[in-house]
């Protein structure tokens, strides 16, 4: 059983900032990829950034220079850090991760997918 939870969601006003966390717990070997996308209402969900195992980024065009994401791998969690941010944000963001869960699945290169439940980020005055 794998589980991700994010923290950090709320309302906040344009400008200013938001810090998101999702920690990923469970049965876990090694996590790959973590990443945030976003949903927003009459929208499909979009990438906003990802990082691999080796720190390497990829920033959605739409946060670049706003967002940062960055990991603790000791502890197995994600941070989001968003600044300046603007009405056009507001959406529910899910956490992923890709990890193996156990050493076989590791050496045979099967690597699973896992999504939080997502958490609410309304910018607004």
């Known amino acids: 059983q794998v589980q991700l939870v994010e923290s950090g969601g709320g309302l906040a006003q344009p400008g200013g900032s938001l810090r998101l966390s999702c920690v990923v717990s469970?049965?876990?070997?090694?996590?790959?990829?973590m990443g945030w996308y976003r949903q927003a209402p009459g929208k499909q969900r979009e990438l906003v950034v990802s990082?691999?195992?080796?720190?390497?980024?990829n920033y959605a065009d739409s946060v670049k220079g706003r967002f940062t994401i960055s990991r603790d791998n000791a502890k197995n969690t994600v941070y989001l850090q968003m600044n300046s941010l603007k009405p056009e944000d507001t959406a529910v963001y899910y956490c992923?991760?890709?990890?193996?869960?156990?050493?076989?699945?590791?050496?045979?290169?099967?690597?699973?997918?896992?999504w939080g439940q997502g958490t609410q980020v309304t910018v607004s005055l």
């Open positions: 992923t991760a890709d990890l193996y869960r156990n050493r076989p699945e590791y050496t045979m290169g099967r690597m699973f997918s896992f």
């Open positions: 469970g049965n876990i070997f090694s996590i790959d990829t």
């Open positions: 990082i691999t195992s080796a720190d390497k980024t």
